[in-house]
C-alpha cells in the first residue's frame, strides 16, 4: 500500500497526552457541584470517555437533559481541567514518542490528524502548549464544536479531512467508547494506547492490531 493510501486518525486525550488524572479530579470537582458525589476513574472509561461533555453532564444529572446546566458545565469543567493540567508542570507534555512519531509520517507525507471529544478552548490550550500546529493544522482538528452527533461523526469528518476512505485509515485511541466508535465508522486498523488497562477488556477485537504504552511501539505501516 502507497503512502498516499495510508492515514492516521489520533484520538488526543489518553492517548496522545496521558491526563486520565487530570479528567478524574476535574469531572469530579463538577460531579460534586452536580449530584454531590465525586467521579471513579472506572466510571470515567464506562461512561464518560469519548462522549460529548453535554452527555456527560447528562448522565451527571442522572439522564436528565438541562440544556443550560450541559451548556454552564461543558466549559466550567474543562477550566477545571486546565488549572489541573498547568499544575502538573512534570507530566505536562505528548506521550512518549508522539512528536517522534509525526515527524515521521509528515516526513513520508503520510496525512494524519487528530479526532478528539474536547471543546475548542481545550483543542487551542493543547495546540499552543504542546505545538500541535508545527504538524497539524488547527483547522483540520476535528472537536466537538456542537454539530457532531458522537465521535463516529468526528471519525467520518477526519477522514474526509484526510481525503481517505475509513477503511484505509489507522486510528489510535485509548478508550473502549473509543474504539467502538472507530469501529462502527467502518476503520479496520486499531491501535490501542492501552493507559487505562483495557487491554485484556478488548483482546478479542481482531481490528486490534497493536496495544501498546507509548508511540515509540506504533507501527508506521498499515496493517488493516
Same mark, same amino acid.
Given at each position: ?27 469530579? &470537582? ?11 476513574? $472506572?466510571?470515567?472509561?464506562? =461512561? ?16 436528565? $437533559?438541562? @440544556? &443550560?446546566?450541559?451548556? =454552564?458545565?461543558?466549559?466550567? &469543567? ?21 512528536? @517522534? ?6 516526513? !513520508? ?58 477503511? !484505509? ?8 467508547? *473509543?474504539?467502538?466508535?472507530?469501529? !462502527?465508522? *467502518? ?11 483495557? @487491554? ?6 481482531? $481490528? ?17
Amino acid at each position: 500500500m502507497t503512502q498516499s493510501q495510508h492515514g492516521f486518525i489520533f484520538d488526543f486525550n489518553g492517548t496522545l497526552f496521558l491526563d486520565n488524572d487530570k479528567h478524574v479530579k476535574a469531572w469530579s &470537582k463538577a460531579a460534586k457541584e452536580i449530584r454531590g458525589s465525586a467521579i471513579t476513574e $472506572e466510571e470515567l472509561h464506562t =461512561h464518560m470517555n469519548g462522549k460529548p461533555n453535554k452527555m456527560i453532564v447528562r448522565y451527571l444529572n442522572g439522564g436528565q $437533559e438541562n @440544556a &443550560k446546566l450541559e451548556d =454552564h458545565y461543558s466549559f466550567l &469543567k474543562e477550566e477545571y481541567y486546565r488549572d489541573f493540567c498547568r499544575e502538573d508542570v512534570e507530566n505536562f507534555h505528548l506521550i512518549a514518542g508522539a512528536e @517522534a512519531l509525526f515527524d515521521d509520517l509528515q516526513a !513520508q507525507g503520510i496525512p494524519f490528524t487528530i479526532a478528539s471529544a474536547s471543546i475548542k478552548p481545550n483543542i487551542d490550550f493543547f495546540v499552543e502548549s504542546f505545538n500541535l500546529d508545527k504538524w497539524i493544522k488547527p483547522e483540520n482538528i476535528v472537536y466537538d464544536d456542537g454539530t457532531y452527533e458522537n465521535k463516529i461523526a468526528m471519525i467520518h469528518k477526519a477522514a474526509q479531512i484526510l481525503g481517505l476512505p475509513e477503511e !484505509q485509515i489507522t486510528v489510535i485511541e485509548d478508550s473502549k467508547s *473509543g474504539i467502538h466508535s472507530a469501529l !462502527q465508522a *467502518g476503520i479496520k486498523d486499531l491501535r490501542l494506547i492501552n493507559s487505562a488497562n483495557l @487491554a485484556d477488556q478488548v483482546k478479542d477485537i481482531p $481490528e486490534i492490531h497493536q496495544v501498546v504504552m507509548t508511540m515509540d511501539e506504533i507501527k508506521r505501516e498499515f496493517i488493516a
